[in-house]
Antibody
Framework: EVHLVESGGGLVQPGRSLRLSCTGS????????LNWVRQAPGKGLEWVGF??????????EYAASVKGRFTISRDDSKNIAYLEMNSLRPEDTAVYYC???????????????WGQGTLVTVSS | EIVLTQSPGTLSLSPGERATLSCRAS???????LAWYRHKPGQAPRLLVF???SRAAGIPDRFSGSGSGTDFTLTISRLEPEDFAVYYC?????????FGQGTKVEIK
């Protein structure tokens, strides 16, 4: 059974950094592209970015709202994907979800599977 | 960027009734890469439909997706108690990936 678990959320001051992790189990992690999606309080779902599988060169793409501040990476030997968030702003406050899809092409992944999410609060 | 507009914003229905949710794209969705998710409070969203009309694994047949190009529909033939939730459409044919703003299906 595919299982994704996010971790690393918490309270952080504006301008500081935080790294989230997404740990996968029950599937061949390296064959999957991984998404990060967030939901701010009282708002809808917002795509943050994704990383392709190693076979697609593990390239990344980001939403305009986070480009240049957030970085997605992966360590397939540990079955973990990371979301490194720098220069955090109050508007980055949200539940962050990771999701995955096994795809062979370079198109963006949908979320066949989702984690339960981790809450990030940016406040002084 | 493809903007997805969902309607209505809220749908008030009774269990057993039929729900029809709409998702309109500002430009054609490549290869109809359009997904629908159900999201209940405190839970992870769940994939219902992908490719505009294919049901995801384990999704009951009361859920059906249709449409192509810029106009898509999710139909729930008979609402069950667990279907009262927020539904999002998502296009994943091109970057940036985008979501609609959601349709809340509430108990009348």
């Amino acid at each position: 059974e595919v299982h994704l678990v996010e971790s690393g959320g918490g309270l952080v001051q504006p301008g500081r950094s935080l790294r989230l992790s997404c740990t996968g189990s029950g599937f061949i992690f390296g064959d999957y592209a991984l998404n990060w999606v967030r939901q701010a309080p009282g708002k809808g779902l917002e795509w943050v970015g994704f990383i392709r599988s190693k076979s697609q060169s593990a390239t990344t793409e980001y939403a305009a709202s986070v480009k240049g501040r957030f970085t997605i990476s992966r360590d397939d030997s540990k079955n973990i994907a990371y979301l490194e968030m720098n220069s955090l702003r109050p508007e980055d406050t949200a539940v962050y979800y990771c999701g995955s899809e096994e795809i062979l092409s370079s198109r963006p992944p949908k979320n066949d599977y989702w984690g339960q999410g981790t809450l990030v609060t940016v406040s002084s | 960027e493809i903007v997805l507009t969902q309607s209505p914003g809220t749908l008030s229905l009774s269990p057993g009734e039929r729900a029809t949710l709409s998702c309109r794209a500002s430009q054609s969705v490549r290869s109809n890469y359009l997904a629908w998710y159900r999201h209940k409070p405190g839970q992870a969203p769940r994939l219902l439909v992908f490719g505009a009309s294919s049901r995801a694994a384990g999704i009951p047949d009361r859920f059906s997706g249709s449409g192509s190009g810029t106009d898509f529909t999710l139909t729930i033939s008979r609402l069950e108690p667990e279907d009262f939730a927020v539904y999002y459409c998502q296009q994943y044919g091109s970057s940036p990936v985008t979501f609609g703003q959601g349709t809340k299906v509430e108990i009348k």
